[in-house]
């Protein structure tokens, strides 16, 4: 059946482009910004958001790493078993996900531990503000501070073994350093609203970039996307597994 | 008389973005991506290009990093003082200039140096490329390194005292470090000619972000444009000096 072309005329021909030429290519996420970056670097795919909830607990991780990573794996295969259920004549090549959570650093002694060890930072997952009141608490704690961005990506694509599918991840880290502002300028942000739905209560690439000095990493990962990572990890799997998107 | 209001409604509230609103406020560049950068903040200058014929020799400066700052200054006031007078009745109250250069890092050896200093790096700024083959020489010179992006901001502005206007520039350097691409994306990325026209072979915000694994620093300093140090200037400058855009 044929499909939308997921690959843009002015991709770069490198052979993950060539394969995902024609494919059936899945974003399980309707994030404008993630669609953006994708678009950028030549990839449209289609768009199926995911029903997941995005309700895991926190306290079921052993470390805050995990939860994207969880989360983007339930987004895709949910999306990936529910297109094959609705037309198993035509499934998806390639379903991609994607979740980013913010993790503040903050200081806990813990009983018991070693002294060099009481004042390792415990990172913690960073909630969307509540109010405005709420995102300025939250400016006011990340102000000349740094906090990490983490982006968990998953992929879900057909195989001949049982379940029929093959999951596989990666997270992309990155710091995001906050210059040292007068209040007034947090202030002014937190009464401009744009905080209020974005997890860690700012946007990087809006009017929130004032607020940020630098990043260390990739900043479309702090945008919601490590493409750089993403592509490489195709090529690689391309490289590895003749199998893959054939 | 009035003018085309700079200052546009999603602007922070802050003491900077007050003073320039209804001020005639001039970008002295054409790149299109200066103005987005400005754009997403809330600030859409008059955009007046320079006639500055960037052409500075690179030998007479002691420092690569002193570079874009004289550029940045030379655009800035053959514009201001172009404006004044053409109309010395409308002077500009701020005009905006900045120049980016891309600094590579070599190893040369520095005779009578001691030990420690021979290997120091001496950075050379990067040319634009000259042809395809050009470009893919440079980005094999790039690939798994890092290069260092600086741009040079200058602003002037009227005051009573001669010649009749204020310079003061700053600059900001971030890093940018290559993936460890593979050949074939470099030589896809060099078909493109997307990095043709740019310093260093290279656009971190197009296809060029697939080569890039990480920026240390601003971000937006690495597409052209460092708008957070330029803006928490402009409100350090508002503090010390109560004439400043008056």
């Given at each position: 059946?044929?499909?939308?072309?997921?690959v843009l005329d002015h991709a770069l021909r490198t052979p993950a482009f060539i394969k995902l030429?024609?494919?059936?290519?899945?974003?399980?996420?309707?994030?404008?910004?993630?669609?953006?970056?994708?678009?950028?670097?030549?990839?449209?795919?289609?768009?199926?958001?995911?029903?997941?909830?995005?309700?895991?607990?926190?306290?079921?991780?052993?470390?805050?790493?995990?939860?994207?990573?969880?989360?983007?794996?339930?987004?895709?295969?949910?999306?990936?078993?529910?297109?094959?259920?609705?037309?198993?004549?035509?499934?998806?090549?390639?379903?991609?996900?994607?979740?980013?959570?913010?993790?503040?650093?903050?200081?806990?002694?813990?009983?018991?531990?070693?002294?060099?060890?009481?004042?390792?930072?415990?990172?913690?997952?960073?909630?969307?503000?509540?109010?405005?009141?709420?995102?300025?608490?939250?400016?006011?704690?990340?102000?000349?501070?740094?906090?990490?961005?983490?982006?968990?990506?998953?992929?879900?694509?057909?195989?001949?073994?049982?379940?029929?599918?093959?999951?596989?991840?990666?997270?992309?880290?990155s710091f995001v350093y906050f210059a040292d502002s007068p209040v007034h300028l947090l202030e002014?942000?937190?009464?401009?609203?744009?905080?209020?739905?974005?997890a860690g209560g700012f946007a990087v690439q809006g009017r929130g970039g004032l607020l940020i000095?630098?990043?260390?990493?990739?900043?479309?990962?702090?945008?919601?996307?490590?493409?750089?990572?993403?592509?490489?990890?195709?090529?690689?799997?391309?490289?590895?597994?003749?199998?893959?998107?054939?």
């Open positions: 059946m044929p499909h939308h072309n997921p030429a024609g494919k059936r290519v899945v974003l399980a996420s309707n994030s404008p910004r993630r669609r953006e970056i994708l678009r950028v670097v030549g990839l449209e795919p289609e768009v199926v958001p995911s029903t997941f909830a995005e309700n895991l607990s926190q306290r079921d991780f052993e470390s805050p790493y995990e939860y994207p990573v969880a989360t983007a794996t339930h987004k895709a295969v949910e999306v990936y078993e529910r297109l094959v259920k609705e037309d198993p004549e035509d499934p998806p090549d390639l379903v991609i996900a994607a979740d980013t959570v913010v993790l503040s650093s903050v200081t806990m002694p813990v009983p018991g531990t070693s002294a060099s060890l009481i004042n390792e930072p415990i990172p913690e997952i960073l909630e969307k503000p509540s109010s405005q009141a709420d995102n300025l608490r939250m400016l006011l704690d990340l102000n000349g501070q740094r906090c990490e961005v983490v982006t968990g990506i998953t992929i879900v694509y057909p195989v001949l073994a049982a379940p029929g599918y093959a999951i596989q991840s990666i997270d992309e880290r002014a942000y937190a009464d401009c609203r744009e905080g209020i739905d974005r000095s630098r990043v260390e990493g990739d900043y479309n990962n702090v945008v919601g996307f490590p493409v750089t990572s993403f592509f490489h990890w195709l090529e690689e799997l391309i490289e590895e597994d003749e199998d893959f998107l054939e």
